[in-house]
Nanobody
Framework: QVQLVESGGGLVQAGGSLRLSCAASGSIVFINAMGWFRQAPGKQRELVARITSGGTTNYSDSVKGRFTISRDNAKNTVYLQMNSLKPEDTAVYYC????????????????WGQGTQVTVSS
């Protein structure tokens, strides 16, 4: 069993910053990729940023230059530093772990956190 727990969401004014954290726990041997997705009301869930175990990153065009994803492999934790926030960044942000090697179970895909609300006021 693998659990992802997010923290760091909240309410911030436009132009402000927030830092999200997501810690994975359980019988984890290795996590290939970790990422952040978001879902605004009435919209589909979308990728925000993703990082591999080797540090390769990719971002959605809407957050490039403003958000930075990083991870601590030893702690199975991923972070999302969000700067210059805009009202359109308002959404529930979900942590994702993909291609996780789980002790005794092999490779498993797509674990999700419970989500954390980010609200940016104008």
């Amino acid at each position: 069993q693998v659990q992802l727990v997010e923290s760091g969401g909240g309410l911030v004014q436009a132009g402000g910053s927030l830092r999200l954290s997501c810690a994975a726990s359980g019988s984890i041997v290795f996590i290939n990729a970790m990422g952040w997705f978001r879902q605004a009301p009435g919209k589909q869930r979308e990728l925000v940023a993703r990082i591999t175990s080797g540090g390769t990153t990719n971002y959605s065009d809407s957050v490039k230059g403003r958000f930075t994803i990083s991870r601590d492999n030893a702690k199975n934790t991923v972070y999302l530093q969000m700067n210059s926030l805009k009202p359109e960044d308002t959404a529930v942000y979900y942590c994702n772990a993909d291609r996780v090697v789980v002790l005794g179970r092999g490779i498993r895909s797509d674990y999700w956190g419970q989500g954390t609300q980010v609200t940016v006021s104008s």
